[in-house]
């Protein structure tokens, strides 16, 4: 197989070592399969000799067309979303299954696969609470797009970016999983350094779920001083009537789950180049991708807060993006309270 060809821990990370040679291979994939759905041993012995990625591949762009019928037909642009947060574990799911079909060693990709899962866990959790499985539920902010481009931009824009483009990220994401797979004939167990980054991994999904909880939290409480004006002991009706969350890790970043889930994907685009002794390699694409689309996301997301609370410009003004800036250390280390918490507003 040619994913076993490699000569030196440097080439696993080579896109033009291992991904470029098997590309042929996407375009014999969709006729073998043909020929062999009556014998599952022809289609695993397809599975097997095929490279993993050109496999997952062919997946995504699969997918590709399935969300762009189905979401001209529905007229409802989330169909991505709903799997956001599902197809990186199972592109994780199929580098083991195919490490271990072909033998090889899979520890770093076992502590991998077990923080995507949980990330996976965390983010499907909270997209299913707010509603995002719910018939007919769809981002806000796609109606938003669609009204300023008008509907034949927007048609474009859902083949080539909501429907393709999208598809493609989250497979482009797992990459480091892929070197990490082509990599294990060369490495032995895990080391100290592999543990770090597992641990790195985990913590940063415990901060995302603890910013999640408490946007939850403000939220819910918000609603309900709003429709019965009772007030919950943890919050202050001059923090409930600003309409968004200001305390705990949101008094240190507008977006700590953002900022959370851009570090998680640069550290296992690290963890990779670690596992193959490279200083950077062609994975940093998903990473950086991503990174990209949370920066336009999180744009539309600020200036959409901006027109609906007035207190948003003083928030923005106090507290960082992602990243605490140097005053607010300061004040916190000086014991100030959270930011603009002794403003009132009318806006619910």
Sequence with gaps: MELLAMQSLADCASFDKTIHPNLPQLYELPHQ??????????????????????????????????????????????????????????????????????????????????????WSLRLTFNYYRKGGYNRGSEDYRWAIIQKRLGPSLFFLLNI?????????????????????????QFMGKMSLTDYMFTHALVGLVIIEFVADQQQWDFQEAKKLYLNSAQKPDQYKPENLERGFVVTGLWSWSRHP???????????????????????????????????????????????LSAQKYPEYALYRKDVGKFLPRLNQIVTKINGSRPPNTEKESKIK
């Design 33 to 118: 399969i043909l020929q062999s759905l009556n014998s599952l041993t022809a289609l695993k012995e397809i599975y097997q000799n095929s490279d993993p990625f050109v496999t997952a591949l062919a997946f995504s762009l699969l997918l590709a067309p399935t969300f762009l019928i189905v979401s001209e037909f529905n007229k409802n642009y989330s169909q991505v979303d709903r799997l956001w947060s599902i197809l990186p574990s199972i592109y994780n799911i199929h580098y083991v299954v195919y490490a271990r079909i072909s033998g090889l060693e899979t520890e770093r990709l076992n502590h991998l696969l077990a923080f995507s899962i949980a």
């Design 160 to 184: 080539f970016f909501i429907s393709l483009a999208q598809s493609l990220l989250l497979l482009l994401l797992t990459t480091p999983a892929y070197i990490m797979l082509v990599s294990s």
């Design 257 to 303: 789950n953002f900022a959370a889930e851009q570090a998680i994907w640069i550290i296992v685009y690290l963890w990779g180049c670690w596992t193959t002794r490279t200083l950077y390699n062609w994975t940093l694409v998903g990473a950086a991708s991503y990174i990209a689309l949370f920066q336009a996301s999180t744009r539309l997301t600020e200036l």
